[in-house]
């Protein structure tokens, strides 16, 4: 059963940085798209970034981009989401999804395993 754990969340004041964690079992990580999406309270899940299998295409909506990165490392079977410039609309739970379908990144939908979640709250 593919299990995924993200961690790195905590307290931080705008304008600062944070890198995520996710690392993943249970599951050929190299197989899998991944993405990071977040919830804020009260409202709905907003996708914030994605990585193909191998790494090579990545993608942001323009909320983040510019200001997030993500990356992965399928030798430790763990993807990356480095967020710098961080506001306080950036509160929110993140969680990063596995993805073995082609539909699009940016569906809830198209995942099928998530994690818990990871809380980052910016301080203003």
């Known amino acids: 059963q593919a299990q995924l754990t993200e961690s790195g969340g905590g307290l931080v004041q705008a304008g600062g940085s944070l890198r995520l964690s996710c690392a993943a079992s249970g599951l050929t990580f190299s197989t899998y798209a991944m993405g990071w999406f977040r919830q804020a309270p009260g409202k709905e899940r907003e996708f914030v970034a994605s990585?193909?299998?191998?790494?090579?295409?990545?993608y942001y909506p323009d909320s983040v981009k510019g200001r997030c990165t993500i990356s992965r490392d399928n030798a430790k079977n763990t993807v990356y989401l480095q967020m710098n410039s961080l506001n306080p609309q950036g509160t929110a739970v993140y969680s990063c999804p596995a993805r073995v379908s082609t539909s699009s990144a940016l569906q809830v939908t198209s995942y099928d395993s998530w994690g818990q979640g990871s809380q980052v709250t910016v301080s203003s």
């Open positions: 990585i193909s299998r191998g790494g090579l295409t990545t």
